[in-house]
């Protein structure tokens, strides 16, 4: 079975700072993917970025990069220069079994909160 | 573009009531997603589409009724529903297998209340 475990329920962090939210997993499998979400009230789940598990470098998205320790099964979220639009929910999910066709599942992570204070 | 839409964007029904949402893609993705979401939660998978057939079907109540007419459409219908299924309901979809590709890519959700 797998799962994704987000230990942090709130996070708060200061207009211009540095941000990690952190994400840990357990898999059986030794090919799986991992995704991080934003989803601000309005809802929206926001992709933000994507880690292979056979990648050999840390993925990077503009403010966003992922802290890949394969070893340790985490994967956590950095977020650089945080802005005040930056304040949402944050899951970290994980690329599930094949299903069928193109399918797969995603195990999601119960979210972090991140409020950025002005 | 990785726009997926769904209308409506709010829906107000009553227990008795028939309704559907809607959810469409035009990237080329091969699987559709219906997520149903709480408050505070993560969101919970309800069906997936693979190449428009049904692969994924989580134990979900009969009062939800997904269809997949074609390759870029995906309808939720709804009938008979009670007031602890009022919740966001989310479709996503995404390209294929391998890698980044199985990224999956949401719509803005539509918000159901059920009374």
């Known amino acids: 079975a797998q799962k994704i475990t987000q230990t942090q329920p709130g996070m708060f962090v200061q207009e211009k700072e540095a941000v990690t939210l952190d994400c840990t997993y357990d898999?059986?499998?030794?090919?799986?993917?991992l995704f991080w979400y934003k989803q601000p009230s309005s809802g929206e789940m926001i992709f933000l970025i994507y880690?292979?598990?056979?990648?050999?470098q840390n993925a990077t998205e503009g403010r966003y990069s992922l802290n890949f320790q394969k070893a340790r099964k985490s994967a956590n979220l950095v977020i650089s220069a945080s802005q005040l639009g930056d304040s949402a929910m944050y899951f970290c999910?994980?690329?599930?079994?094949?299903?069928?066709?193109?399918?797969?599942?995603?195990?999601f992570g119960s979210g972090t909160q991140l409020t950025v204070l002005p | 573009d990785t726009e997926v839409t769904q209308t409506p964007k709010h829906l107000v029904m009553g227990m008795t009531n028939k309704k559907s949402l809607k959810c469409e893609q035009h990237?080329?993705?091969?699987?559709m997603y219906w997520y149903k979401q709480k408050a505070k939660k993560p969101p919970e998978l309800m069906f997936v589409?693979?190449?428009?057939?049904?692969?994924i079907n989580e134990s979900v109540p009969s009062r939800f009724s997904p269809e997949c007419p074609n390759s870029s459409l995906l309808n939720l219908h709804l009938h008979a529903l009670q007031p602890e299924d009022s919740a966001l309901y989310l479709c996503?979809?995404?390209?294929?297998?391998?890698?980044?590709?199985?990224?999956?890519?949401f719509g803005p959700g539509t918000r159901l209340l059920v009374l």
């Open positions: 996503a979809s995404s390209l294929g297998t391998g890698g980044v590709q199985e990224t999956q890519y």
């Open positions: 898999t059986s499998d030794p090919s799986y993917g």
């Open positions: 880690q292979g598990s056979y990648d050999q």
């Open positions: 999910a994980m690329r599930g079994f094949i299903s069928s066709g193109s399918a797969r599942q995603l195990t």
């Open positions: 990237m080329g993705h091969r699987a």
């Open positions: 589409y693979s190449y428009e057939k049904l692969s």
